[in-house]
């Protein structure tokens, strides 16, 4: 019995621990975001201030530049999963379902694709948006986030379909059904949880993403993200601004994932039962 005891009281102890370790940075930025700013980073610090919003009322009320940023960033991150959701189903589709060539070099590429560094393809897609016109547009970042969206997303989808038993389309071709049809009627519901699973993770990866929106956005453009750069001045750090930054973009993801968080469970574990 007290074997059982210490047990949990180490069990416990531990989870304690991780939820410090993760809540804790969450839990300083937000109060950063209300402290006053003189006392942001006060010796020996301050756990008892009088909270303010001015930080969150620059931000998004008196200048608000961040609140068109923000509306950038929900327009690129939107923008990326209505393109990437079409293009990796489909792809995700041929490569779990047709006896495809070299399946495992394909693989293997996207998995380069997203393993490698953003920052090497920086140049030559700037390059390549300046030369069609795109340079400094939503649709110019767009179509850059599709090179991180789309591997994982193909990766993450084909695990799905692959979970799918491939008697039911076979018994849907005897009758009578095409592959578009099966396509739209059959493997596309059922794989609908993983979808949902494969959009919010593809929708946070756009949303996070800062180094594509750097060099290809302009400040009409600009995500929210970019805007928290601008308050590191040679004067001083705007440290109270930038926490309000930080918790308006962490707002929108967690909010989705609040909502859909059964979809999450039922994604994560698709397929993990099988009759």
Known sequence: MRKNTTQKIGIYFFLVCTLILFLGPIVWIFA???RPPESAFQYPP??????????????FVSPGIQLRQLFNSIIISLGAVVINLPLSFLAAYALSRFPIKRKGLIMGWYLGLLMAPPVVFLIPYFILMNNIGLSGTHLSIILVLQLITIPFSVWLLKSFIDDIPLEIEEAAQIDGA???????????????????VTTMFAFVFAWNNAIFPIVLSVQKTATIQIGAFSYFGASGVQWSVIGAIAVAAMVVPMVIFLVLDKFVVRGLTFGSVKG
């Open 178 to 196: 095409g592959t578009w049809k099966i396509l739209r009627s059959i493997t596309f519901p059922l794989c609908g949880p993983g979808i949902i």
């Open 32 to 34: 950063l975001s209300i």
């Open 46 to 59: 301050t756990l008892i201030f009088k909270p303010t919003l001015d930080a969150f009322h620059h931000v």
